[in-house]
């Protein structure tokens, strides 16, 4: 197992640190509505009944044949559960509701203002499309189980549609987040092996229409340069009927899905009878290489987590308006917009472009027309509204019963105001921390039962048992109020499988910092490092701080420092590339680029916007840097390592420390005096 390299700058050592808060607590109409209110619940899931008590998670399923073995550890830390079992996502997600909720919406969707009128779209509804476009993925893109397809779609019906027609044949979908650039698209088909793309032509956001189609092209253009053929793609039309692309369609592989689906008009498609263990999707997310990683998540214990979860700590009953404001390009999406929500027959809100286009009051008129009463955000969301419109709530007819808070770390300060305007005092709060690899949450107050904490997200869910371990290996005495590396002890149904086609890198990423033995099939020896800084309280609340590895967390959006500065490389220019976070008061935290050019090269007046270009070409608009810093050389060590955390220091106005061992600490007087003027 490879060693861990050692880290110089993280988001946890510039985390913003806050006292412990007091307690806030539900209201007894909350508690007598709610689907989880036993406290016993705590006990029933603690450590001495692993795995058994996932049973409950598991008989919230329908199985076309009921597991035999609940956690099979033979292959650790390549765990499966619910062994034996046959079962399908999309069998669970729609067909079982039918009999007493077919008539009930499934999706409403809310396109941008522009496009005024809602779409609801009932469960028959559902079933039909969904088997209509199982059918052609079957029949006309010869998709069979097994198979990888990569969906690059927006926030629009035909998304979850095109999941759950996957699901249904066992195709393993893998969803690339819409504002992803074409190049990035490109890595995720390769990686996958994927033949056939799924996309839309164009889409709404902040007011223009966008043409998504040309990505399609630079995605295929890119995947065939490096061998990877895609036969087929397949483009639904934001507009059924009229295409609205300036991109033209190739010959031979560009299809419209619209056109095409004519043929399956009526058509039914058996859902597959997967094992359990079978792959549902693959979700790419950053680490700390540039390639990103795709963590492959099972059927049967994935959908038994997010229903679950979604459950107990959504509080999802069928009658509820249940809007997650997520994109379902993230892992928020598909477990907490598409599966969980779904799986518990909720109407489920998906919404076309961004909360606070074209006014502040967007997402409170949403959920007046909607009726919502469960709210799902993130941090950025809610710091963005309450500054552009701190009393805009208070102007709309809504009353939320539930809301959460999800992707970072959220000041109490923001917390209150969620609380108290958006919440109107009567909403209480969960804050749900976990991760693309995780599948469902890990630290959350369960809502009737556990009081809230603002800035807390509360203790482990129950049976998820978090520890914390310092740099040396040693346990951080619970309560203790130390930071350290927060690890989980035990495996879990939501937990990913696997990185997709490399499972070395799934072991050492993961779990070769804390192993207690590699030969191990104990599931006790296998230990899950998360990458987060944490804090337990003596209540047991753990209080996250931030990545201690390389990934920057951008407005709750996960990017690599590696991605970005081999971004920053394709410029011809560009001889090193150091990225940093910088804390920003909306966004959490923002990228810096800093940049030392190749010998003989001058800093052309062009060049830092040349190189934001190229990294947002490569990656996507979300990684664009806050500045790009040309320097004459990057502060090193006398073994010729950059020294990120001193770049991290003066970006970010902090102390840079000593700086005298350094192999030229001339040059960081020199880089402050440019950055911090
Ligand atoms: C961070 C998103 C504080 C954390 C679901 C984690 C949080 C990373 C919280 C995963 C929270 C997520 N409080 N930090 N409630 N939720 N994070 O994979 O650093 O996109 O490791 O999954 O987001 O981001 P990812």
């Known amino acids: ?310 459950k107990f700590v959504q509080d999802i009953h069928p009658e509820d308006v249940y809007w997650c404001m997520a994109d379902i390009g993230w892992i928020t999406g598909h477990s907490y917009i598409v599966y969980g929500p779904l799986a518990n027959c909720a109407s489920t809100v998906i919404y076309e472009g961004v909360p606070t286009y074209p006014d502040a009051g967007r997402s409170w008129r949403i959920a007046q027309d909607l009726g919502v009463n469960i709210f799902h955000t993130a941090p950025t969301a809610i710091r963005a509204l309450r500054k552009i419109g701190p009393d805009e709530p208070a102007k709309y007819n809504y009353h939320f019963k539930h809301m959460t808070t999800v992707g970072e770390p959220i000041e109490p300060e923001v917390w209150k105001w969620y609380h108290k305007e958006v919440g109107k005092g009567e909403a209480i709060i969960v804050d749900t921390w976990w991760q693309t690899e995780t599948g469902g949450f890990l630290c959350s107050t369960l809502p009737a039962i556990t009081p809230m904490k603002p800035g807390s997200a509360g203790p482990g869910m129950p049976g998820i048992h978090p520890i914390i371990y310092d740099d040396e290996g040693n346990v951080v005495p619970r309560g203790a109020g130390k930071a350290g590396n927060i690890c989980i002890q035990n495996p879990w149904p939501g937990m990913f499988q696997t990185i997709w086609g490399d499972r070395d890198r799934f072991v050492d990423t993961y779990f070769a910092r804390y192993c207690k033995d590699p030969s191990s099939k104990d599931w006790r020896d296998w230990p899950y490092l998360t990458g987060d800084a944490a804090v337990e309280a003596e209540d047991g609340y753990f209080r996250i701080l931030g990545r201690i590895d390389d990934v920057i967390n951008v407005s709750g959006h996960r990017l690599g420092t590696k991605e970005i500065e081999s971004a920053a490389l394709v410029v011809p220019e560009v001889a090193e590339a150091a990225v940093v976070p910088v804390a920003h008061d909306i966004k959490g935290k923002e990228p810096d680029l800093y940049i030392a050019l190749k010998p003989g090269c001058e800093a052309s007046d062009d060049m830092a916007k040349r190189i934001s270009d190229a990294v947002c070409d490569e990656i996507g608009k979300i990684a664009k840097p806050r500045k790009v810093w040309i320097v004459k050389d990057m502060p090193k060590t006398r073994s010729g390592k950059i020294m990120r955390r001193v770049l991290g220091a003066i970006s970010n106005k902090a102390d840079v420390g000593n700086v005298m061992t350094l192999a030229n600490p001339e040059i960081v007087e020199e880089i402050k005096a440019m950055v911090q003027k």
Not at 45 to 61: G, H, I
Not at 218 to 247: C, F, I, M, N
């Open 1 to 310: 197992m490879a060693e861990k390299e050692v880290v110089e700058t993280s988001e946890a050592q510039i985390a913003v640190h806050w006292q412990e808060e007091g307690y806030y607590y539900p209201s007894t109409e909350f508690i007598a509505q709610a689907n989880m209110s036993d406290k016993g619940i705590y006990e029933r899931f603690r450590l001495e009944n692993f795995p058994n008590c996932f049973k409950e998670y598991a008989d919230l399923l329908d199985w076309y044949e009921y597991w035999e073995t609940i956690l099979d550890t033979s292959d650790a830390p390549c765990f499966k559960w619910f062994k034996g079992g046959k079962i399908n996502a999309s069998y669970n997600c729609i067909d079982r509701h039918l009999k007493d909720n077919k008539n009930k919406t499934a999706i409403h969707f809310v396109p941008e203002p522009i496009d005024a009128r809602y779409e609801h779209i009932t469960y028959q509804e559902l079933y039909v499309r969904v088997n209509e476009f199982a059918a052609l993925l079957r029949d006309f893109a010869g998709l069979k189980r097994g198979d990888r397809v990569t969906l690059h779609m927006p926030m629009v019906p035909e998304l979850p549609i095109a999941m759950l027609a996957c699901a249904r044949l066992g195709v393993i979908h893998s969803q690339v987040f819409g504002g992803f650039s074409g190049t990035a698209c490109a890595d995720r088909i390769i990686d996958s092996g994927s033949n056939v793309l799924i996309t839309m032509d164009a889409y709404y956001r902040s007011g223009s229409l966008i043409d998504h189609k040309q990505n399609a092209d630079v995605a295929v253009e890119h995947a065939e340069k490096d061998g990877q053929k895609v036969d087929k793609v397949l483009v639904w039309q934001r507009y059924p009927g009229k295409y609205s692309a300036k991109t033209p369609m190739v010959d031979g592989r560009d299809y419209f899905v619209n056109d095409l689906l004519k043929n399956y008009y009526g058509a039914r498609v058996e859902p597959e009878r997967m094992n359990s263990e079978d792959p549902l999707f693959l979700m790419y997310t950053s680490g700390t290489t540039g390639k990103p990683k795709g963590c492959q998540h099972g059927t049967g214990g994935y959908l038994a987590y997010v229903t679950g979860t979604s």
